[in-house]
């Protein structure tokens, strides 16, 4: 197949975890006989530095016009957080004008690796969980007001945002073991409120066959760390989502393992690792790239159709983790070149994709 991909690295460690998941990609494309276009371009810090935008036209354009969307990470202390143009603004235009409304983030455990956690490895058996986090709307997006001395955020929701990111889930959970946990703070807020009713109401009409249950928010962060295998889907608002999901990355192990992937009404994804620019380890070289290399495999699987070849790059993936090729944020001394060659290395001695 053809496919034109954007490769948007960002700021930080963002380019050099992405460069290891574009190497990963030519090599699925010369093993399968694909042909995958990838083109570079500017976003976050490092576009406001070259044109002052943090979502320049022509990368947006080019993302309009791609199959798919690799990303890897923005920001960074030269721009913010307090400044009018900030890298953020970019990614979050970027979730909005493509309307990415559905952020899937699965949290799986290597048995190898239960040892870069610090949770006991007993309550990490079984761990298998996905969250599908509402990506476009809630307080990221709603009205802000600021002046010297108060500052506002509106959080927002209306019962159309709900309901397809909760169909999403619903679809995904049919796939799993059918049991959908919706997060909210109903207890306080009117939005966790409608969140509650909305999600009770479509997973009772359109999937019957799954088991719903409701959790505090605050409750489900400490039942994430407690109980962390019972969890099988979990739906969430944008903000809770991004809290809940760093906090699950310890979990794995490390945040530099957890990929995502961002998706909308159309197959054009956006597909990321969770973790950010890490400017406290940029430029050294030393930046866990599975997560990246994860997130290039749910390109394959949600925005190429490519099954076979995703599930490859998962086993490779592992291959490189079982031959222990670490970083160091896995106790490891593997540069992440060293990484990602060691998953194109298992990949290219992987029999055939058919
Ligand atoms: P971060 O995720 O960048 O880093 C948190 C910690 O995890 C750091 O100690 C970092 O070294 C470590 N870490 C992260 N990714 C790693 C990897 N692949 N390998 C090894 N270690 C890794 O979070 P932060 O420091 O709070 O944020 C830094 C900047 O990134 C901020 O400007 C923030 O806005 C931005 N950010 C961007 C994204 C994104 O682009 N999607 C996501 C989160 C944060
Ligand atoms: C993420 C990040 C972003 C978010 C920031 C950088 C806007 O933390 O992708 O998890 O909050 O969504
Ligand atoms: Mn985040």
Redesign the pocket.
Known sequence: MIARIAVLGGDGIGPEVVREGAAVLLAVAAKGGHRFELTEALVGGAAIDSTGQPLPEATLALCRSSDAILFGA??GPKWGPSAPVRP?QG??ALRRELGLFANLRPVTVNPRLAAASPLKAELLAGVDLLVVRE?TGGI?FGEKTRTATSASDLCSYSAGEIERVVRVAGKLALGRRKKITSVDKANVLETSRLWREVAERVVKAEFPDCQLEHQLVDSCAMQLVRRPADFDVLVTE?MFG?IL??EASVLAGSIGLLP?ASLGAGGNGLY?P?H?SAPDIAGRGIANPYGTIMSVAMLLRHSLGLEAEAAAVERAVNAAVAECVLTPDLGGTATTGEAGAAVVRALERASPTP
């Open positions: 923005i920001g953020e990614l979050l990506l990221y944008n991004d999901t760093d995502s990321e969770i950010g």
